[in-house]
């Protein structure tokens, strides 16, 4: 079963730490065995040139900036997912139904991809919903990278006032380890890494 006793059991508790202060870590939301094969899905697909460059903006307005953001991207399909992917799928969808059913929240769907980060790449300070849009609810997080020590970098700097300016703590990027946190509600930032930094990066959305 894609769907353990153990996942089910702590759903409640991400729930409730989620409602209370708007971001949660689960570690070992993804077991190794399940990390690897993803990590290897994510690579054989970025030997084969899948990947692209992020961008800055939206549509027509988008763009490659460096300074701002350095990682490469290739979104998931969910109608057609790789074997590799299909345990994180099934998590996701039964968290997001959790979500509904205890917060209310009204979320229809997953936005999701991979995102890699070369030695030295970062992602400046930013907010996940854009300001004429609220469809994205929650952000979502998942870590692909065995063995990471803290002088790897790489983490995820989430601040915890409302300017995103003051209080802030840093989240490493673990294998396994899953980040989930208000899209409107908090500023973030991807440090720089010593190692090629992997994860499924994305968004729970009302649709």
Known sequence: MLLTTEFTARLPGLIDTLAEQGWVV??????????????????RRLAAGAFH????GRAESQSVRD?????????LDPQQPAPAEQVYWQRIE????????????GIREGEFHYAQYPVGAHYQRHLDRFRDDDARVISAVCYLNPDWCETDGGQLRLWLDTEGRAESIDIAP??????????ERFWHAVLPAQRERWSLTGWMRRG
């Open 26 to 43: 689960c570690d070992d939301f993804l077991h190794a065995d399940e990390v690897a094969a993803l990590r290897d899905e994510a690579g």
């Open 174 to 183: 673990q294998a396994g380890r899953l980040l989930l946190f208000r899209s």
């Open 53 to 56: 460059r992020a961008g800055v």
């Open 94 to 105: 039964a968290l997001q139904q959790a979500l509904n059913r205890e917060l209310f929240l």
């Open 67 to 75: 300074e701002i953001r350095g990682d490469s991207v290739l979104w």
